[in-house]
């Protein structure tokens, strides 16, 4: 039976990321991606116009689409979350969670190998989709970082969203070799201890009073 239009773009996405994603954009021809999604070559163009093209749509589908948690959202749901210490840190916890729920740490290893080979070398495809996909979970929780510290400068509060980021980067980088020495209950107790150790480093250098679920950053 024949492929819809919609099933077609689908079979083609799928099999660029998968061949992106362990061979890199510049080692992968269209050819090659047409012949694993069992579609004429003339389908790639139709669908996408180009390689470029296909590459870009590619690394929207590596990355989170769900908006970032804001500060805003969070005052929705609790307006008078930041009027007490305890609440300061309880919006920290629940931001910089979100921004490691969003991060490719435990996802397929293609979405990371895209990703975190645009980070080391991006591409001009990669800078077109930056800002919209990346900046605005960095700008969620500088925002954050303002409201706690009102005067507060640029440079630390840029240190301070960078350990969140270079977690995510450092573990990201070793996951792959992590996953051939550990089993699967170590990796994932090694990831919620990543997360909480940062989450908690980040609450002290404000110094705020330490929410409970944070006090035993194994647990």
């Known amino acids: 039976m024949a492929r819809s239009s919609l099933e077609t773009r689908t079979a083609i996405l799928n099999a660029a990321c998968e061949l992106f994603g362990e061979y890199g954009f510049g080692a992968v021809s269209t050819r090659r991606i047409a012949s694993k999604a069992g579609v004429n070559l003339a389908g790639i163009h139709y669908h996408f ?13 590596a990355h989170n689409l769900e908006p970032p948690l804001s500060v805003e ?9 930041l009027s007490t210490p305890a609440g300061k840190a309880h919006a920290v916890y629940r931001v910089v969670t979100d921004y490691f729920r969003r991060q490719p740490l435990k996802v397929e290893s293609w979405r990371r190998n895209i990703l975190f080979r645009e980070l ?9 989709i930056h800002e919209d996909y990346n900046i605005k979970a960095t700008d969620s929780m500088l925002n954050l970082y ?24 450092f573990y990201m980088s070793g996951s792959a070799l992590n996953k051939k020495l550990l089993d699967e ?29 944070l006090m035993n950053p194994t647990s």
């Open 49 to 61: 116009g180009n390689k470029g093209g296909l590459y870009e749509e590619t690394l929207k589908a």
């Open 185 to 213: 209950v170590t990796l994932d107790n090694l990831y919620r201890s990543v997360v909480k150790t940062t989450i908690r480093a980040m609450i002290l250098l404000l110094d705020l009073p330490m929410p409970p679920l």
């Open 73 to 81: 959202r969070l005052l929705e749901e609790m307006p008078d979350l």
């Open 146 to 169: 303002f409201m706690l510290v009102p005067n507060g400068n640029l440079a630390d509060a840029c240190t301070w969203v960078s350990y969140p980021t270079s977690q995510a980067i």
């Open 120 to 128: 080391i070398d991006p591409s001009e495809y990669y800078l077109k």
